[in-house]
């Protein structure tokens, strides 16, 4: 029961991130393909990784993940920043493009969680943040986020 109750939230974001892109790009094509959503989605919940960070998360090669990153640069959604402290490192940021693109999918997390806030008591919303956390930090360790990811999603 809470598997399917969990799975029923789960897709029910991600169907509502596929109806908006859908609706905004009716009249032309998209502009990311699903890979490269995947790889923006990644780089921007790692924190600004390097390229080997990127690659090392991904489990692909250092090669292959410069290839879509620069394809990424080209299309304007990533810039390289290079390290204040080491100078030979570059770091991936999303751009405003790709910020703006992501916003589809993290207004109506907005919209939900008003919801949730106006339907639950603070007592009962406080717990629900809890467990979140719990399950990020402790029962997901395959995926591990920033330690800035991790701190954002705290607040």
């Not at 169907?15 to 959503?37: K, N």
């Not at 921007?44 to 410069?66: H, K």
């Not at 100078?87 to 997390?109: V, W």
């Not at 009962?124 to 979140?132: F, I, K, S, Y």
């Amino acid at each position: 029961m809470l598997e399917r109750a969990f799975n029923s939230v789960y897709s029910k974001f991600k169907l509502h991130f596929y109806q908006e892109i859908f609706r905004r790009f009716q009249d032309r094509e998209a502009s990311l393909t699903t890979v490269e959503t995947f790889c923006m989605e990644s780089i921007q919940a790692l924190g600004s990784p390097t390229v080997n960070e990127f690659a090392g998360f991904m489990r692909i090669s250092p090669p292959n993940a410069a290839y879509k990153v620069n394809s990424l640069v080209k299309k304007g959604y990533i810039r390289k920043v290079q390290s204040a402290s080491d100078r030979r490192e570059y770091h991936l940021e999303a751009t405003q493009k790709y910020i703006d693109y992501y916003n589809i999918s993290s207004g109506y997390i907005e919209t939900v969680m008003n919801r949730v806030k106006a339907r639950f008591t603070p007592e009962e919303c406080g717990r629900l943040e809890e467990m979140l956390q719990i399950v990020s930090r402790e029962l997901m360790p395959e995926v591990a986020l920033s330690f800035k990811e991790e701190q954002e999603s705290e607040m």
